[in-house]
């Protein structure tokens, strides 16, 4: 009997959801991503049964199972997703290819073999669905940029945060729009609207705390912060200001300068323009990367018409580029960013990430 299958019904309500503070996109073939923070036992299971500690920082592999234990960790994807990981879970990494760019290599194939998660999926599955899967014994996830939560015992709930989702079975088919649920207790029973959310809170604060006390000049995004709603964009007026939350240190590049840490930068937005305009800069010591971009109509999300660069590793030839990235937090609190850069004179890149918080 074929598995559950949820599916993006309406392709222009895709989010796409662009990476907070410090693991960017990666040409490492094995690596899949890093991990944002970690509470408690957390371990990498790998398939020939070897075992390791995760710590914040530390790479996760394709073909490994993260087992959270009493404790718990949010993940960070080459391609911008987040995963944030209950206690008691396991979540394997089936297959994974991101080359910085989206060119129809990209995968992402995921198990949830128990437990719950949160995830605000990135640019893997942006322009072809089928790339993207989340497997459990009763049900396949597919979904093309969007924000959902799913617990997993013998039945599964999901809710949406953003996009709309297509559950069916061999029994029929459910659409749910952004902010509904579903409850599905068997693979032989239709899916139905449920008004019980999936149980699958945000991080607790002593995260925040524990994680602070070591590396207190940076502050990681925790997946309480979802992407604004559109509904709350189309209300906002006047300059919102944002600064870099902490540093942003690029750890994909090619060729053999190292880039230097990324310790300041701002986002500005004009909120009154139509369409509502964005402007970024980014700098390191000797390196600048700045430009400007527009909000996507109806979303929270923003892409760069104008991307540059110029010092350090862009020399003095400079740099061409991209941007991308969404608002987050109510009334946009915030807001995290990808960028990419590629040198004039000989094509070797970088890319990496960035979180901003708004300026009061």
Not at 266 to 292: E, I, M, R
Request: hydrophobic share 35%; with cysteine.
């Amino acid at each position: 009997m074929p598995p559950l299958a949820f599916r993006i019904k309406q392709p222009g309500a895709a989010l796409m959801v662009a990476l907070s503070a410090a693991f960017p996109f990666t040409a490492m073939a094995a690596t899949a991503g890093r991990i944002d923070f970690v509470v408690g036992d957390v371990k990498a299971l790998a398939a020939d049964g070897r075992s390791r500690p995760l710590t914040k920082g530390a790479s996760f592999e394709i073909g490994e199972t993260i087992e959270t234990g009493t404790g718990r960790a949010q993940l960070r994807f080459t391609d911008g997703a987040q995963v944030s990981l209950q206690p008691g879970s396991r979540f394997r990494i089936d297959d994974y290819n991101f080359s910085g760019k989206v060119d129809g290599s990209e995968k992402g194939l995921f198990s949830l073999l128990k437990g719950g998660l949160r995830t605000i999926t990135g640019l893997v599955g942006r322009t072809n669905r089928e790339n993207y899967k989340v497997t459990t014994a009763v049900a396949t996830i597919g979904i093309r940029g969007t924000e959902y939560s799913v617990q997993y015992g013998n039945s599964i709930t999901v809710t949406t945060g953003e996009g709309v989702i297509e559950i069916c079975n061999a029994a029929g088919c459910l659409i749910l729009n952004s902010g509904e649920t579903a409850y599905v207790p068997n693979i032989s029973t239709q899916p139905t609207m449920t008004d019980k959310k999936a149980d699958v809170p945000p991080p607790p604060p002593e995260s925040l705390t524990l994680y602070n006390a070591s590396r207190t000049s940076e502050v990681p995004t925790i997946l309480s912060d979802f992407p604004t709603p559109a509904s709350q964009i189309a209300t906002l007026t006047g300059t919102a200001n944002f600064t870099l939350s902490g540093p942003s240190t690029p750890s994909s590049y090619t060729g053999t300068y190292v880039p230097e840490t990324f310790t300041s930068g701002s986002l500005t937005a004009n909120f009154s323009a139509n369409p509502t305009s964005v402007s970024l800069s980014l700098k390191s010591s000797t390196l600048t990367l700045s430009g400007t971009g527009t909000l996507t109509s109806g979303t929270p999300n923003f892409s760069s018409s104008s991307f540059s660069g110029t010092g350090g590793f862009c020399g003095g030839s400079g740099c061409t580029g991209s941007f991308a990235g969404t608002f987050t937090g109510t009334n946009a609190s915030g807001a995290i960013v990808t960028y990419s850069a590629t040198q004039s004179f000989n094509n070797n890149s970088l890319s990496g990430s960035g979180a901003f918080t708004r300026v009061p």
